[in-house]
C-alpha cells in the first residue's frame, strides 16, 4: 500500500531515532503534476499544497507492522481478528466494547468454529475505525454530535506493480479518465526500484450511476504514460478503501464525551489538498493517548476531563492544516 508521509508524527514517537531507521522506502527525490489527456500528459508546476519535499515514500501496512513491533516492545497487547459489534454503555458513559460472535452460517446457525461474543471493558474507548466506522457513526448519531458540513467520501483503487521501467519521481495527474463533473486524480509512487504503487481516487458524489473505479483505473493503465511503465511487469496486489474529504467543515463538533474518543479517518481528519492524513491519524492518536495519560493520573474519565483532547486538537497543526 504505497504512501507518501510526512515524518513529523515519527519524530515525536521516536526522537532518539534517525529518520533512516523509520520503516520508509526512501525521500521523494523528484515529483510531477500533470493534466491527462485520453493520448497526452501535460505538464503543469505542482501546486504549493502537493509539493513533497522532506516527506517520504512508503509502504501502509509495512509501516503499521513496524509500529505494532514497537507497540508491543512496551508490553501493548494487540488483539486482531475480532469485530466489535457495539459500545458497552453504563449511566452515559462508555465503559468498553462487546465483540461479534463468530462461527455462524448463513441461516445464523452455530458452526463447530463457534465464539460467542465477548465484552471487554476499558478505561476509555478510542475510536481509530478509519472512514464511516459503524460504531462511530453510532455514537455521533446517540451523542447528537453535529458538523457544519456533512462528510462526504472518495474511494481509491490501487494496485501494486513491479516492473521492468523503473519510477524516480512521484507522480500525480487529474483529468482523464474522470468525467468533468467527477472530483479526483491518479498517482503513481515509486516503492522500490522495480516496484511502484498505482491508484486512483473518485469523489463519490458523482451522479452517473454505473461508474465505476475499478474500470476506470484499468482504462487508466491504457494511457500512454502509465503504459510505459507498466509493459512487461507484473501486477502483484491490488485494494480499495474509502477516504473523508469533506476537509475543515465537516470534522465533528466535538471528538471526545465520557470515556469515548475519535481519531484520525473517524474524525475526517484528512487534508485533501496536499493528500494528507497519516501524519494526522498519528497525531491525533499521540494527543489522545497524552489526555488518557492525564485521565488515569486523576481517575477521571468523565467527558469533561477527556475534553482537553478537543482542545489540543484545535490547538495543533491538524487543525490549522484544514483550515
Given at each position: ?8 508524527a515519527?519524530?515525536?514517537l521516536?526522537?532518539?531515532?534517525k ?12 515529483e ?5 489527456t ?7 508546476p505542482?501546486?504549493t499544497s502537493?509539493?513533497?519535499?522532506g ?6 501496512c509495512?509501516?503499521?507492522k ?8 512496551l ?6 481478528g475480532?469485530?466489535?459489534k457495539?459500545?458497552l ?7 468498553g ?60 483503487v ?22 468533468t ?8 509512487y ?5 516496484l ?39 501486477m502483484?496486489?491490488w ?17 471526545s ?15 485533501v ?17 497524552q489526555t488518557?495519560?492525564?485521565?488515569l ?14 482542545k ?12
Amino acid at each position: 500500500s504505497g504512501a507518501i508521509i510526512n515524518p513529523v508524527a515519527f519524530h515525536q514517537l521516536f526522537p532518539n531515532l534517525k529518520v533512516e531507521e523509520f520503516p520508509f522506502c526512501g525521500p521523494v527525490k523528484e515529483e510531477e503534476v500533470l493534466f491527462l489527456t485520453k493520448k497526452k500528459a501535460i505538464r503543469i508546476p505542482p501546486p504549493t499544497s502537493m509539493k513533497n519535499h522532506g516527506n517520504f515514500v512508503a509502504s501502509l501496512c509495512e509501516v503499521t507492522k513496524w509500529l505494532a513491533k514497537k507497540t508491543e516492545e512496551l508490553g501493548v497487547n494487540i488483539v486482531t481478528g475480532f469485530p466489535v459489534k457495539g459500545l458497552l454503555v453504563e449511566n452515559g458513559q462508555v465503559i468498553g466494547v462487546r465483540t461479534a460472535d463468530s462461527g455462524r452460517n448463513r441461516e445464523g446457525k452455530t458452526l463447530e468454529n463457534y465464539q460467542p461474543s465477548t465484552d471487554i471493558v476499558a478505561k476509555v474507548v478510542v475510536l481509530g475505525e478509519g472512514s464511516r466506522g459503524l460504531l462511530t457513526q453510532a455514537y455521533l448519531k446517540w451523542q447528537n454530535i453535529k458538523s457544519t458540513n456533512p462528510q462526504i467520501y472518495a474511494q481509491g483503487v490501487k494496485e501494486i506493480w513491479q516492473t521492468k521501467t523503473p519510477l524516480k519521481a512521484v507522480v500525480h495527474t487529474m483529468g482523464w479518465p474522470l468525467p468533468t463533473d467527477v472530483f479526483g486524480g491518479s498517482f503513481m509512487y515509486p516503492m522500490s526500484e522495480n516496484l511502484l504503487a498505482l491508484g486512483l481516487v473518485v469523489g463519490l458524489d458523482y451522479d452517473e450511476v454505473n461508474l465505476d473505479p475499478h474500470y476506470l483505473l484499468q482504462e487508466m493503465k491504457t494511457h500512454p504514460f502509465f503504459k510505459s511503465y507498466l509493459e512487461g511487469g507484473e501486477m502483484l496486489e491490488w485494494g480499495a478503501k474509502t477516504i473523508p474529504e469533506g476537509g475543515y467543515y465537516s470534522l465533528p463538533e466535538k471528538l471526545s464525551g465520557a470515556g469515548a474518543m475519535i481519531i484520525g479517518d473517524s474524525a475526517g481528519l484528512v487534508d485533501v489538498p496536499s493528500l494528507k492524513g497519516i501524519q494526522y491519524a498519528m497525531t491525533s492518536g499521540i494527543l489522545a493517548a497524552q489526555t488518557i495519560f492525564e485521565a488515569l493520573k486523576r481517575n477521571d474519565f468523565s467527558a469533561e476531563t477527556l475534553s482537553l483532547y478537543d482542545k489540543s486538537v484545535r490547538d495543533s497543526f491538524i487543525i490549522k492544516d484544514l483550515w
